[in-house]
């Protein structure tokens, strides 16, 4: 890098502009700005929120698809001295309020009609008590009830206001929370992790030297912007090193083609059953994709054999695995570029610099090598905690620091992990713990099998056995007691799957994660207990 990092997201914006301003910043549809005029638009944005009554340290929520507007609203925000609060486009009416009140968002930015949703429709329904939402932006679609267009918003802007927006960009400091970003709520109510800038931006700058980004590339972003892989891992680098975003509101794999053949795609990171998709899909050999080059994946089964195909036919040059949660700033582990295949897909790399992370037992004990534990990290990543809930940030984040991530792993002696699972995923068969990601690693090796996904289901002897999933790979037949006799041939006889299932595609959140927890409904049904 020859430039100094910001310390702040407001300050981000006036890095992208004097360091890389006459570049394209971002490319979508017909949409197409320069950084400096993308910085021009964000200000403008800014002026016209300071205009509408924001204060410093104020919720925005935007609640939005991935598209050039969102980078507009949540950096305004940052700019006029607010608080982010992405809002997950999959959320329905009372999902979303629940994250408005909790945030107290006084400001929200979002659509209407992305894939037929009327978002503010979603809220009326939901008949929520928002006390502390005064202006609801729509940012593209029909001007509905009680909202206002982005275009109307910003006329209100005047000269006072813009005076008050130059003030309030650098109001905030990098170590005061500028991110609520809401988890899942897989386990329940969605926790709104605090993030601070400065740690954000020191791991993502290190993030993007390991991919080795590079100016006038082009990042297409499949990862939602409301997730830490979007925004963190997509656009906070793109803006640190001058790479253009080219957001992707849908997924969807011929269009995502497309974009690369059209667009130029460089660097396109995301969970492993977007490449595996790619890699199926009957009609690949048919797309331009030699402008490819970066990749970051993890979080799930990666094959060797697919980080070789990632290389040879997608083209990547870099492919890298990394390990990251929300309460890490997204990031902890990541593996270098210079790493092998097989290091790639059997690990999620070793601690990024300024970060600790061991494995460690039910007492918290840290454990040798080579031995199954709780992945814990400690470092400047970790969150500030969760938003009003003091007592579940002591449970995650205990007093030596060691932020408890819930996630399996082992070690190895050079510092690199394997995460075999999460806690609450694994299962125990007869007394030994099965642990799906293994399992499945081992049936993705499988010539006919695509993708798939392995659950515990409940059986009278045992406790619980094995169910998988199993998508057939293009071109391939095969029948379910195959898949299992060839299973208790190379697997010990606890880890083989009882059931298993054929299905036309694995059923994904909007990270493009496996949703097991549909899986498991999916299974009572076909086991007659739903």
């Known amino acids: 890098m020859t430039w100094s990092l910001p310390k702040t997201l407001s300050g981000l914006v006036d890095h992208a502009r004097n360091e890389h301003g006459d570049l394209p910043g971002v490319v979508d ?3 197409r700005l ?25 919720a925005v929520a935007v609640w939005a698809p991935n598209i050039w507007e969102w980078v507009v609203a949540a950096f305004a925000t940052f700019r006029a001295g607010g608080i982010v609060v992405p ?27 992305f894939l037929g949703t ?51 960009s650098t109001c905030r400091s990098g170590d005061e929370v500028a991110l609520v ?19 954000l931006l020191r791991a993502f700058a290190f993030y993007g030297e390991c991919m080795g980004m590079q100016r006038e590339e082009r990042f297409l972003i499949i990862s939602p912007f409301f997730h830490a ?7 906070v680098p793109c803006l640190l090193y001058g790479t253009t975003i080219v957001p992707c509101a849908v997924f969807d794999l011929d269009q995502v083609l497309q974009s690369i053949a059209q667009e130029k795609i460089n660097i396109m990171p995301g969970p492993p059953a977007i490449f595996q998709s790619l890699l199926n899909h009957a009609r690949l050999e048919d797309y331009d994709l030699s402008s490819l080059r970066r990749c970051v994946t993890g979080a799930a089964t990666i094959p060797v054999e697919m980080v070789i195909q990632m290389r040879q036919r997608l083209g990547f040059e870099v492919v890298i695995t990394a390990f990251g949660m929300t309460e890490t700033t997204g990031i902890a582990t990541a593996c270098r570029a210079e790493d092998d295949a ?16 061991r494995i460690v037992d039910d007492e918290g004990h840290e454990l040798p090598s080579g031995e199954a534990g709780e992945i814990v990290v400690r470092g400047y ?133 496996v949703l097991k927890i549909e899986l498991r409904e999916r299974a009572k049904v076909l086991l007659g207990h739903g």
């Open 29 to 31: 549809g017909d949409v």
């Open 34 to 58: 320069s950084f400096a005029e993308l910085a021009d638009v964000i200000d403008e944005t800014a002026a016209a929120m300071v205009a509408h009554g924001l204060q410093p340290g104020d």
């Open 87 to 113: 809002v997950n486009t999959r959320f329905r009416g009372q999902e979303a309020a629940y994250v408005l009140q909790k945030s107290k968002a006084t400001m929200l930015f979002t659509v209407n009609g």
């Open 118 to 168: 009327d978002y503010p429709a979603l809220l009326r329904e939901a008949k929520a008590d928002l006390p502390a939402l005064r202006h609801t932006v729509i940012l593209r679609g029909d001007i509905a009830e009680a909202t206002v267009s982005l275009a109307e918003f910003k006329a209100k802007t005047d000269d006072v206001a813009r005076a008050e927006r130059m003030e309030r």
């Open 181 to 199: 970003m809401f988890t899942s709520g897989t386990t329940g109510l969605p926790k709104g992790v605090m993030v601070a800038a400065e740690p």
């Open 229 to 235: 892989f979007g925004f963190n891992g997509g656009i």
């Open 342 to 357: 097989e290091t790639i897909a059997t690990t999620s790399g070793r601690a990024i610099p300024g970060v600790e992370v």
């Open 381 to 513: 990543t970790n969150m500030l905690g969760y938003l009003g809930d003091p007592e579940q940030t002591a449970e995650t984040i205990d007093a030596d620091g060691w932020l408890h991530t819930g996630d399996i792993g082992v070690m190895n002696e050079r510092g690199y992990i394997d995460i075999t699972d999460r806690k609450k995923d694994m299962f125990i068969v007869g007394g030994f713990n099965a642990y799906p990601a293994e399992i499945e690693r081992m049936m993705i090796e499988h010539p006919d099998i695509g993708q798939v996904s392995v659950i515990g289901i409940a059986d009278e002897r045992l406790g619980e056995v094995g169910a998988a999933f199993v998508v057939v790979a293009p071109g391939s037949r095969i029948a379910p007691d195959e898949v299992i006799a060839w299973c208790r041939e190379r697997m010990a006889n606890y880890k083989v799957p009882r059931q298993v299932w054929m299905v036309e595609a694995l059923p994904l959140n909007a990270s493009n994660k």
